[in-house]
């Protein structure tokens, strides 16, 4: 093959296609074997016979409490005006709990009811009935009686009962084995240092291993092979009778140095080469000397969803325990989603419960970003045949968090702050259980999700022209109908942020105008946007004379980085977001930052908690630490109804 030829996709195949391909090509119900374990170290494995007892649990009357093993006949009669003695030895004998019972006594009398007068007597006040604190033989569980069955994944008190009936073995599925193999020249191991301009931690195979070890499977992996046919291709071939599996990360998509393919297709055969989902499209699926070989994606995500589709349903399969059992659950969209036709796209979503109904918010959908996936509450897939999402939508998500998580988080649409990103941490260290979720779509976008239903809080710097305060009027103008606290979060420094040492001499907003000033601009409905075109109308600057006006970001991070990569000049954003990546900073204006919240949720238990934190003096020192922020009015609360 020619080293630098560039790969064509093969027909690329529906996930359905891709799935039914597999299983023509392998007996995946058979693909893996079985063997007998300890009972002990059988945790979360999966049986392949039914289990049945060995001996009977327990094998003997045991006394269940304390006391005196009597004969119930010798009790009869005993009351409280008639006091009841029976000779210690023949007529009661002391006994501790799990004790055998003698096999002339058929009950047992708890010690407390018991008086010993120290003649070589006992005294009791009433009579027993047979097998009265007794654990018969069997009672909980006769030997040869059903215990488990065939396909059930062991759990901690299954142990229990598998060592209580004699069974100290039990044979299971074997843990199919995979091997990881990271490829790539611009691939590093994570613990080599600091990283060179265009090199890469390599992280696939830690996130990959972690699923597929929480799913039933044993993994194992290589140091990172190159961009070398030869090596990768040596590299399977050596490992391939040791695993039941093995994955190629990256190299399987249509690059000159994408190798995957090229080496499946000599060592073996290519099954799918491309599969009609979003992000994981160039996922290959193979076959060498009977086993099979995967090429994952090498972005991050591209590799999760892989995974996701096709490989833990296989490892499932393979198991015996059928179709992955993902939990779903119903939600609406919080806003349209375009989505592009052909592909089955599988979107990452925040989920918040919102007057009792989920409300799912889109997470960005590059397939390099895998910090969506730490902030994905559900997974949502959007159709082939679909041209995307509508607003309120009632669509399916499968849940990457236990709902009882999900029903404690709180949702803030509206303008972006750093400062959210601390309170959230201190919500959840305060309040175990409680969490805050942040969806960036400007003041505006956040005011008008409030007025809907969609989200509990909007953060907000809305300034009036002609007033110079913040927020109220918008409130006024824009949630007439909905009565609202006003909460100040801090009071925070807008300006301009500019490259280090500022190359470009810039000093004011009417240099956003010069030859060569190239400007990082916010989204439309942010306050910082509003902010800027207030300054702009008061200077007399046409946006049109601004170079990059009407490029958006979403973030003032956002906005930091463009400047720091050198693709802007400066932008307008807060003083921590330059602090933070040590670029300069030009001050324009102090603003207030609010939260607004519906007087309605200041009775949900999660609001009251989020408002504590606020109050609290150490949540007040965290945000005084941020370049740019005062916290005089910090906590302060005013009603507008």
Known sequence: MNKTARNIYLKKRSLDEAISILYNNFDIDGYIGDEVIKSTEAL???????????????????????????????????????PKKLKIGSEAVFINTGNVLPDDKDAVIMIEDVNDPGDGTVEIIKAAFPFQHVRSMGEDMVATEFLLPMGHIIRP???????????????????????????????????????????????????????????????????????????????????????????????????????????????????????????????????????????????????????????????????????????????????????KVGDDEFLRVRLSSVDGRLIASPLPRGAGNITTMVKADGIVKIEALSEGLMKGDSITAFI?????????????????????????????????????????????????????????????????????????????????????????????????????????????????????????????????????????????????????YDREDFTHMNVAVRVLSGRASCGLGIAAAAAALDLDFIPIDEERYDLIIPLKYLEDKRIQALVEVIRRDDFKTKIRALSGYDTRDTGREEIVK
């Open 44 to 82: 979360g494995r999966v049986t392949t016979e039914s289990v049945f007892a060995a001996h009977s649990s327990p094998n003997y009357h045991a006394a269940a409490m304390d006391g005196i093993a009597v004969s119930a006949n010798d009790t009869y009669g005993a009351s409280e005006p008639s």
């Open 400 to 548: 990457l968090r236990r709902k009882d998580e999900i029903e404690g988080g709180i949702l803030a649409v509206g303008s972006h702050d750093i400062s959210l990103d601390l309170l959230s941490g201190d919500l959840s260290l305060h309040f175990p259980g409680y969490s805050l979720a942040s969806v960036n779509v400007g003041s505006l976008g956040g005011i008008t999700a409030l007025r809907n239903g969609e989200c509990h809080l909007a953060g907000s710097h809305l300034l009036d022209p002609d007033t110079g305060d913040y927020n109220i009027w918008a409130v006024k103008k824009y949630m007439k109908e909905m009565p609202v606290s006003i909460i100040t979060l801090a009071h925070r420094t807008q300006g301009l942020i500019i490259q280090k040492g500022n190359p470009q001499g810039i000093s004011k907003i009417e240099d956003l105008k010069r030859e060569g000033v190239v400007f990082a601009n916010r989204q439309r409905g942010s306050g910082t946007r509003i902010l800027l075109d207030y300054h702009l109308k008061r200077f007399g600057i046409d946006p049109a004379e601004i170079e990059g």
């Open 157 to 339: 008190f299954d142990i229990g009962a598998l060592l209580g009936v004699g069974r100290t073995e039990v044979r299971v599925k074997k843990r199919p084995r995979i091997l990881f193999v990271p490829t790539g020249d611009e691939i590093a191991e994570p613990d080599s240092g600091p990283l060179a301009k265009g090199r890469v931690y390599e992280s696939n195979s830690a996130v990959i291993g972690a699923m597929a070890m929480e799913d039933g499977a044993e993994t194992n992996r290589i140091a990172v092979v190159g961009d070398d046919l030869d090596r990768i291709k040596g590299t399977i071939l050596d490992n391939i009778k040791q695993f039941d599996i093995v994955i190629v990360i990256a190299g399987s998509s249509a690059g000159t140095k994408d190798y995957t393919r090229a080496v499946i297709d000599d060592i073996g055969e290519v099954l799918v080469h491309g599969i009609n989902i979003m992000p994981g499209k160039p996922t290959i699926l193979g076959k060498v000397k009977g086993k099979l070989v995967v090429g994952l994606p090498g972005y991050p995500v591209s590799a999760v969803m892989t995974y996701f589709n096709v490989i833990r349903p296989l490892i499932s399969r393979m198991l015996g325990l059928g179709e992955y059992p993902y939990e779903r659950v119903t939600a609406t969209v919080l806003r349209d989603i375009p989505s």
